[in-house]
Antibody, heavy 120, light 113 residues
């Protein structure tokens, strides 16, 4: 069974940093493209970032470009999101999700999310 | 960026009746070289992550009941629940998978009348 477990979310002050992790199990992680998607309270889903299976292609939403960095460790079956210069509008539940092998954006498997709150 | 707009924002349907959700993209998500529409539908129940229901505009994922169907092409798409069940109460999102950023619609809240 595919399992994705996010961690690292917490309360952080504006301008601060956080590193989110997503631990994968139940599938061959190294063969899958991966994504981060977030959802602010009561808001729509917002795609944040994408990384291909071998990290050769990386994409970001404009809202996080230059502040967030996606990475992965296939040996550790883990996905990461380094978030710097955090803003109040980054407050959201952050989900990791598998991507398909065509566009990478069909999100078939999701974790339960980790909450990031940016507030003073 | 491709803007995805859903209608209606909220929908109340009697049990056993049809529910129809529309999704419009600001530009075509039809890739002409393979004639495929890069459009997905998700279901999100309260306190849960989204669940992929339909990919390629009309292909149901494994295990999704056949009362869920997707249609449309180019810029206009529809998700239909042919006979609404109590467990279908949720927010439904469309998403374009054509190009980054992979944008979502604002969601449609489906409830029982």
């Amino acid at each position: 069974e595919v399992q994705l477990v996010e961690s690292g979310g917490s309360l952080v002050q504006p301008g601060g940093s956080l590193r989110l992790s997503c631990a994968a199990s139940g599938f061959t992680f190294s063969r899958f493209n991966m994504n981060w998607v977030r959802q602010a309270p009561g808001k729509r889903l917002e795609w944040v970032s994408y990384i291909s299976s071998r990290s050769s292609t990386i994409e970001y939403a404009d809202s996080v470009k230059g502040r967030f960095t996606i990475s992965r460790d296939n040996a550790e079956d883990s996905l990461y999101l380094q978030m710097n210069s955090l803003r109040a509008e980054d407050t959201a539940v952050y989900y990791c999700a598998t991507g398909d092998d065509t566009t990478g954006f069909y999100l078939a498997h999701w974790g339960r999310g980790t909450l990031v709150t940016v507030s003073s | 960026d491709i803007v995805m707009t859903q209608s209606p924002d909220s929908l109340a349907v009697s049990l056993g009746e049809r529910a129809t959700i529309n999704c419009k993209s600001s530009q075509s998500v039809l890739y002409t070289s393979n004639n495929r529409n890069y459009l997905a539908w998700y279901q999100q129940k309260p306190g849960q992550p989204p669940k992929l229901l339909i990919s390629w505009a009309s292909t149901r994922e494994s295990g999704v009941p056949d009362r869920f169907s997707g249609s449309g092409s180019g810029t206009d798409f529809t998700l239909t629940i042919s006979s609404l069940q109590a467990e279908d109460v949720a927010v439904y999102y469309c998403q374009q998978c054509y190009v980054a950023p992979a944008t979502f619609g604002q969601g449609t809240n489906v409830e029982i009348k």
